[in-house]
């Protein structure tokens, strides 16, 4: 199984920007599915961002679009979200995880292996 670890959140002012990593370990990502997650105080997980094993197809909820961009880098085992133009509503703990089904995107359910998240906080 592979183990995930994020690291690159902070505090940050609105309309800055962050980068975040997530670093695996234990067995290459290469085969799988990547996505980012995040869930804000009172409020449930929901999808980010995802990419597919090659990095050629990337998909994002429409709360980020044309602001956050997934991108991977197989031969470092590592995953990463640039996030610019960072809202208020952009504050949460940010989590990546590993598909355990082909082909996925946004549904939480078809995901594994999730690291112990990393806290994005966006001042106004």
């Known amino acids: 199984q592979v183990q995930l670890v994020e690291s690159g959140g902070g505090l940050v002012q609105a309309g800055g920007s962050l980068r975040l990593s997530c670093a695996a370990s234990?067995?290459?990502?290469?085969?799988?599915?990547m996505g980012w997650f995040r869930q804000a105080p009172g409020r449930e997980r929901e999808f980010v961002a995802a990419?597919?094993?090659?990095?050629?197809?990337?998909y994002y909820a429409d709360s980020v679009k044309g602001r956050f961009t997934i991108s991977r880098d197989n031969a470092k085992n590592t995953v990463y979200l640039q996030m610019n133009s960072l809202k208020p509503e952009d504050t949460a703990v940010y989590y990546c995880?590993?598909?355990?089904?082909?082909?996925?995107?946004?549904?939480?359910?078809?995901?594994?292996?999730w690291g112990q998240g990393t806290q994005v906080t966006v001042s106004s």
């Open positions: 995880a590993a598909a355990t089904v082909p082909f996925t995107t946004y549904n939480i359910a078809n995901y594994g292996s």
């Open positions: 234990g067995r290459t990502i290469r085969p799988y599915r």
């Open positions: 990419i597919s094993w090659s990095g050629g197809n990337t």
